[in-house]
């Protein structure tokens, strides 16, 4: 049981990561200094899917985080 809560933690964290980094559009060096944040737009189609996925990945990660503490 540990073992697979432990693979099934990698593949969660990794899949995180890619989501991510899915997500960093139009965040490039200008917009580290606060630039490029000045419209609002809302997500919409592929890039409202990436970003509710993230987050069920995400609690997904908690939720397997908090059983393998309480395993081990």
Same mark, same amino acid.
């Given at each position: 049981?540990?073992?697979? =809560? $432990?693979?099934?933690? /990698?593949?969660?964290?990794?899949?995180?990561?890619? =989501? /991510?980094?899915?997500?960093?559009? +139009?965040?490039? =060096? +200008?917009?580290?200094?606060?630039? +490029? +944040?000045? !419209?609002?737009? !809302?997500?919409?189609?592929?890039?409202?899917?990436?970003?509710?996925? !993230?987050?069920? $990945? !995400?609690?997904?990660?908690?939720?397997?985080?908090?059983? $393998?503490? $309480? =395993?081990?």
């Amino acid at each position: 049981m540990f073992q697979t =809560l $432990l693979i099934a933690q /990698i593949v969660l964290s990794i899949g995180i990561v890619v =989501l /991510i980094l899915a997500q960093a559009q +139009g965040s490039g =060096l +200008g917009a580290a200094w606060g630039g +490029g +944040g000045e !419209t609002y737009h !809302t997500r919409r189609g592929v890039e409202k899917v990436i970003f509710t996925a !993230t987050i069920v $990945l !995400t609690a997904l990660f908690t939720i397997n985080s908090v059983a $393998l503490l $309480l =395993l081990s």
